[in-house]
């Protein structure tokens, strides 16, 4: 059975426990706003002076027009509880605050580039199980949470391979390595516990002369293995390139497998590397559940809901990711991280792990 995690809603006038079974029950949340205090700027958190990269690229910023600031996101109390039962619903819902209209005039740019400082880029991920084998081998579509529903990213398992292996795509239709709406990929070692995210460059044995076409590893994250069967909230590493002073991600270009950066992070060798965690939801003894702050964009209760941090910051949100609905879900991220990988740690978090649950 599924270990899952589930909300608990709360309104002015009432307090709701909504209890979960094996198959993730869902409850509608209400809200109530929290005044969210500003925070310095987190960038230094995530700065570790390595070179600028050496490849050309576009001087042009993509313009995060009306994006939502920190400071205007209200917050909702979102709780989660390992408790078994029938979920109850909530009389009252409310609409998740969207993102505002922000242009992307260079798909292929905008998904690699850091989210803007300061700016939260809301997204929603789409799971398509039509047809014969999308049970197995399902679609996941990201767009842009706003009135446009701008399209970002898609991804997909690939078959006939040994370990997970999604492939990443700009292109919803076009969902093959060899295409060149290919950008990147996640693949997984044999245990689906430890997961790699790649760009769409080169392997390294058809690297050139000086090594600029190899293709970079963006993130790494890791799955604690649950090895005494405690049915609690999942515990995730993620590990990320640093950023340069130019606010540039740091190039990770692993000459072979002993060189990635779930290596650096096993011996720690830290440098130019980043290391965050998912947020620990605190156990609540008068409601029986695990409190979680979602800012109002998690409706129902999930084993795969979500915050990840830095533990110098923890009330800095690098990423959250949680479901609204039975195949809908909702990704926001920030600065440092771009929208591959967001989606790609998104993707990690759906694939089976057998040695975690």
């Given at each position: 059975?599924?270990?899952?995690?589930?909300?608990?809603?709360?309104?002015?006038?009432?307090?709701?426990?909504?209890?979960?079974?094996d198959e993730e029950d869902d409850s509608d949340s209400s809200t109530k706003p929290i005044r969210s205090e500003k925070k310095k700027n987190p960038a230094s958190l995530f700065q570790t002076g390595g070179e600028p990269p050496k490849e050309k690229k576009s001087k042009k910023k993509v313009p995060p027009k009306g994006a939502e600031s920190e400071e205007e996101a209200t917050e909702t109390l979102q709780k989660n509880s390992n408790k078994k039962g029938k979920a109850k619903k909530s009389k009252k819902k409310e609409e998740r605050p969207p993102s505002p209209v922000i242009e992307v005039d260079n798909l292929e740019e905008f998904v690699l580039q850091p989210a803007p400082q300061g700016v939260t880029v809301k997204c929603r991920v789409t799971r398509d199980k039509k047809g014969m084998d999308r049970g197995l081998y399902p679609t996941y579509y990201l767009h842009l949470d706003n009135d446009k529903k701008v399209f970002l990213l898609a991804g997909r398992k690939r078959k006939k391979s040994k370990t997970s292996n999604y492939l990443i795509s700009i292109d919803p239709t076009d969902l093959s390595r060899g295409g060149e709406n290919f950008i990147g990929k996640l693949r997984s070692n044999l245990?689906?516990?430890?997961?790699?995210?790649?760009?769409?460059?080169?392997?390294?044995?058809?690297a050139n002369a000086d090594w600029s076409n190899v293709r970079q590893e963006l993130s790494a994250v890791v799955y604690e293995t649950n090895v005494l069967g405690f049915k609690g909230p999942r515990k995730m590493t993620v590990i990320i390139p640093g950023m340069n002073a130019d606010c540039e991600r740091v190039?990770?270009?692993?000459?072979?497998?002993?060189?990635?950066?779930?290596?650096?992070?096993?011996?720690?060798?830290?440098?130019?590397?980043?290391?965050?965690?998912?947020?620990?939801?605190?156990?609540?003894?008068?409601?029986?559940?695990?409190?979680?702050?979602?800012?109002?964009?998690?409706?129902?209760?999930s084993v795969k809901n979500f915050q990840i941090v830095h533990s110098s910051d923890p009330d800095y949100i690098v990423m959250q990711f949680g479901r609204v609905a039975d195949d809908a879900f909702t990704m926001d991220y920030n600065y440092p991280l771009c929208a591959v990988q967001a989606f790609a740690i998104a993707l990690s978090s759906f694939d089976g792990k057998l040695a975690c649950e």
């Open positions: 059975a599924n270990s899952t995690q589930c909300c608990v809603t709360m309104s002015p006038m009432s307090l709701t426990a909504a209890t979960s079974s245990m689906g516990t430890r997961f790699t995210v790649f760009d769409n460059g080169a392997n390294p044995d058809r190039p990770i270009r692993p000459r072979n497998d002993n060189d990635g950066l779930l290596m650096r992070w096993q011996n720690r060798n830290m440098d130019n590397v980043i290391e965050l965690h998912n947020k620990a939801p605190v156990w609540n003894d008068e409601t029986q559940s695990y409190v979680l702050n979602f800012h109002g964009r998690v409706t129902h209760a």
